[in-house]
C-alpha cells in the first residue's frame, strides 16, 4: 500500500468512512485537513483538547443515578440545569464545593437534553465531551472547542479563582456558548462555590445553578452496585436493594462519601468473591482498611523490621519473599543478616508477612486478597509518620536504580506513589521524578512521564501539579529536565498548550545545557503528532516573531533537523511548495536563527545535513532550494550562511553534497538575476 493510499484510508478513518476529498467544507471547518502524503493544513486554529465522557460515567447517571442528598430529599441540581438548557440559555453554569456531584449532574442533564434531541436531529449524534483547561493562566480567544452535536463540561473550579479578570472570561465564555448553540451544542461550566463573577454581573448571574446538596454516598454505592455490577447481588454476603433493612452494607457505608469515592467503593465491592471472609473484607474495603491498617501498625509498634517488610513487600509486590527482606534491610540500612542464632530462633519469614496481612502465594508476595489495602497502608504511614516521608522517597531511588531489587517494578512503584500523592493531596511523593527523569534509564523517565502526566490531570491536584511543571521549567538544570521529560510524554498531547508553555521556558535557557537537549527531544515528540503539529508550529513562529526568539530558533532547528526529525522537516518544506505563508515562515525562521551568533555552529551543522539529505534523496531538491534561496538574499555574506556557500578559514568543504547545493542555490541566483530560467535548472522552470 503506497504512502498515498496510507494516508486517505487514514484520513478516512478519523472523518468517520468519508474519505479527505469527499468532506465537505462544514465538514473540515471543525476539523485538521488532511491530505495525501501526511500533507497537514498547518495554519488551522487550535482549539483545547477534549475527552469523551467514557461508558462507565454515561452509565450511572442513565442507569444508576442517585436521587437523593444526605439528609434524604431529592437532588434538584440536574433537573435545574436541564430545564435552563431546554430555555437555550447559551451557557449553564453549576457552583458549588467539592463533593456536590457537579460533573455528574452535568453529564446527567446533558445526557437527558441529547435524548431529548435524538428525535428531531437523528441526522446529528449527540456527543458528550469533557474540556480539558489547557492554558497559562486563563483561557483566551479561540481557545474553547466548537464542533457540531456537542455537549461540553468544562470543569474550572480549580481554576476559576486564580483568573486575573474573571469577568472578562467569563463574558467571553457566554459569547462563546451563544456560537455553540449556532452549531447545535451546549456547554456547562463547572465552578467553584464563589468563584464565577454572578453578582453585579448583568446576566451572568442568572445561568448559575447552586450545587447545595451533596449526593448520598450510600445511595450511590448502593445504586451502583444493584443496575451497573448485578452480579454482586448474587452473592450471599452483599444485598444492594437499598430498602432492605437487613442489608450487609447498611453498617458498612456512610451517606457523607464523597460521589466519586462511593463510585470507587462500589467498584471494589463488586469484584470481592463468596468466600468466607467476603463480608470481612467488603467491611475493611469500605472503611479505606482503617482498623486492619491501626491493628497492624499497634501490633508493630516497636517492631521496625517487620513495619519495613510490609513496605518492601507492598512496593515489590509479586517478588519472592527474600527479595522482600533484602529491600526491608535497605530501608533500614542494615548491610548484613542477623547471625545464625537469631535466625534460627526468629519467626519464619512467611509467618512475618503474614502478620502484616501479605500473603505468599506460588512464592510470590501477594496482597490480591486485601485490594485497597496497599494504598491505605502508604496512606497511613505519610500521613502518621511523616518523619520518614524523605527517607521513604531516598529508598524508592535506591530500589529502582538500575539492577536494584525495584528496577523493574518502576512503572508499578510510579502508580503507587501517584496515587498516594492525589489520595493525599500532596506533591511530596512525586519528588522521585526528579531522579528518575535525570537517571539516563529509559524506564525511570517513562515512569517520571507518566507519573507527573497522572497528577496533571487529577481534577484537584492537577492544577498546583501543571504549575509546579511550568515553575520547574525556569528553575535548575534537573528541574527544568524534569519537566522537559514530562513533555515528551502523555502531558503533551493532553495539555499541549501548557507543555509548549514549559518548554519555551526550557528552551530559552541561556546556556545550552541537557534541559534544552531534552526540550529538543520533547518538541520533535510534539511535533511526529500529526494532530499537535499545527499549533507547534503557529507556536514557534510566534515566539520567533515575539520575545521569546532564542526559544523559537531552538525549536525551529530542531524541528528541521533530516536526522533525528525527518517527517516533520520533509512536511514542512513539501508545504513550503504550495502554501506561501508555511514558506515566509520557514525563511523568517532560517534568517532568525543565523541572525544569532550563539547559533551558529548550530545552523552550520544544519545546512549540511540538508545539503547531505538532498543527495541522499531523503529531501526534495526543490523543496530546499525554494526556501535557501530566499534565505540566502539575506545571508550570502555573513554567518554560517556565508560560510556554507563560500567556505571559511581553517575549513575545507570536500563534501560533494554540500559543493551540489553550492552550485544549486547559484545557478537559482543566476537564473533569477537574468530573468531567465537556466536550461539545466528544471525546478526554477517549475517555480
Request: proline residues 5%.
Amino acid at each position: 500500500m503506497s504512502a498515498e493510499v496510507t494516508v486517505a484510508a487514514a484520513s478516512a478513518e478519523r472523518n468517520g468512512g468519508v474519505p479527505a476529498h469527499q468532506l465537505s467544507a462544514a465538514d473540515i471547518s471543525d476539523s485538521v485537513l488532511y491530505m495525501a502524503g501526511r500533507d497537514i493544513n498547518l495554519h488551522t486554529r487550535q482549539t483545547m483538547s477534549t475527552v469523551l465522557v467514557d461508558r462507565d460515567e454515561l452509565a450511572a447517571v442513565r442507569r444508576a443515578w442517585a436521587k437523593r442528598d444526605r439528609q434524604g430529599e431529592l437532588l434538584t441540581t440536574a433537573s435545574e440545569v436541564l430545564e435552563f438548557l431546554k430555555q437555550q440559555e447559551p451557557v449553564v453554569v453549576i457552583a458549588g464545593a467539592r463533593g456536590m456531584g457537579k460533573t455528574a449532574a452535568a453529564v446527567k442533564a446533558l445526557s437527558d437534553y441529547g435524548r431529548d434531541l435524538a428525535g428531531q436531529q437523528a441526522d446529528s449524534p449527540w456527543v458528550l465531551e469533557h474540556v480539558l483547561p489547557d492554558w497559562e493562566q486563563q483561557p483566551g480567544d479561540g481557545l474553547l472547542p466548537a464542533k457540531r452535536g456537542r455537549g461540553y463540561i468544562l470543569d474550572v473550579s480549580e481554576e476559576i479563582d486564580q483568573w486575573a479578570d474573571p469577568v472578562a472570561v467569563a463574558k467571553k465564555i457566554v459569547g462563546h456558548g451563544e456560537a455553540l448553540q449556532k452549531k447545535g451544542s451546549r456547554l456547562i461550566v463547572i465552578a467553584s462555590a464563589d468563584g464565577w463573577p454572578a453578582s453585579g454581573t448583568p446576566g451572568l448571574g442568572r445561568i448559575v445553578v447552586r450545587a447545595t446538596a451533596a449526593p448520598s454516598g450510600k445511595e450511590i454505592v448502593q445504586t451502583h452496585l444493584a443496575r451497573l455490577y448485578p452480579l454482586a447481588t448474587e452473592r450471599t454476603w452483599l444485598t444492594a436493594d437499598p430498602d432492605d433493612q437487613g442489608n450487609a452494607l447498611t453498617d458498612l457505608l456512610s451517606a457523607d462519601l464523597y460521589p466519586n469515592d462511593a463510585a470507587i467503593l462500589a467498584l471494589e465491592l463488586s469484584k470481592i468473591d463468596d468466600s468466607p471472609q467476603a463480608l470481612e473484607t467488603a467491611r475493611a474495603a469500605a472503611t479505606h482498611w482503617r482498623d486492619v491498617v491501626k491493628k497492624v501498625f499497634t501490633a508493630t509498634r516497636d517492631n521496625a523490621d517487620d513495619r519495613a517488610l510490609l513496605l518492601a513487600a507492598i512496593m515489590l509486590e509479586g517478588v519472592a519473599p527474600s527479595d522482600a527482606l533484602a529491600a526491608a534491610r535497605l530501608l533500614l540500612k542494615e548491610k548484613a543478616a542477623k547471625n545464625v542464632r537469631d535466625i534460627l530462633t526468629g519467626p519464619d519469614l512467611v509467618t512475618r508477612l503474614e502478620d502484616v496481612e501479605a500473603r505468599v502465594s506460588a512464592g510470590r508476595v501477594t496482597f490480591a486478597h486485601r485490594p485497597g489495602y496497599p494504598g491505605a497502608v502508604l496512606s497511613y504511614v505519610w500521613r502518621q509518620l511523616s518523619d520518614v516521608q524523605k527517607p521513604l522517597l531516598a529508598w524508592v531511588k535506591l530500589l529502582t536504580r538500575q539492577g536494584a531489587l525495584g528496577f523493574a517494578r518502576t512503572s508499578q512503584i510510579a502508580d503507587l506513589l501517584v496515587q498516594l500523592a492525589t489520595g493525599e493531596q500532596d506533591l511530596g511523593p512525586l519528588d522521585v521524578a526528579r531522579a528518575w527523569a535525570t537517571s539516563g534509564e529509559q524506564a525511570g523517565r517513562e515512569a517520571a512521564a507518566s507519573m507527573l502526566a497522572t497528577a496533571a490531570a487529577d481534577p484537584t491536584l492537577g492544577t498546583v501539579t501543571r504549575a509546579r511543571l511550568r515553575d520547574w521549567a525556569q528553575q535548575d538544570v534537573d528541574r527544568a529536565r524534569v519537566t522537559a521529560v514530562v513533555c515528551q510524554g502523555s502531558f503533551a498531547a493532553t495539555y499541549p498548550r501548557q507543555a509548549l508553555t514549559c518548554l519555551r521556558h526550557i528552551l530559552g535557557r541561556p546556556v545550552e545545557d541537557e534541559a534544552v537537549a531534552d526540550g529538543d527531544v520533547a518538541l520533535r515528540t510534539m511535533a511526529g503528532n500529526d494532530t499537535l503539529l499545527p499549533q507547534v508550529w503557529e507556536t514557534i513562529t510566534g515566539w520567533i516573531d515575539g520575545k521569546a526568539q532564542l526559544a523559537g530558533c531552538r525549536a525551529f532547528l530542531a524541528l528541521l533537523d533530516p536526522q533525528t526529525a525527518p517527517s516533520t522537516v520533509t512536511l514542512l518544506l513539501n508545504d513550503a511548495l504550495m502554501h506561501p505563508e508555511t514558506a515566509d515562515e520557514l525563511v523568517t525562521g532560517w534568517c532568525a536563527s543565523l541572525a544569532d551568533p550563539a547559533l551558529a555552529d548550530r545552523c552550520e551543522r544544519l545546512l549540511e545535513k540538508w545539503a547531505e539529505a538532498v543527495a541522499d534523496r531523503e529531501l526534495a531538491d526543490d523543496s530546499v532550494v525554494h526556501v535557501l534561496d530566499r534565505v540566502v538574499d539575506e545571508h550570502m555574506v555573513t554567518g554560517p550562511m556565508a560560510a556554507f556557500l563560500l567556505g571559511k578559514e581553517g575549513v575545507a568543504y570536500n563534501s560533494p553534497a554540500v559543493i551540489a547545493m553550492r552550485e544549486r542555490l547559484m545557478l537559482r541566483r543566476h537564473g533569477r538575476r537574468n530573468r531567465t530560467p537556466h536550461t539545466g535548472d528544471n525546478e526554477s522552470a517549475a517555480l
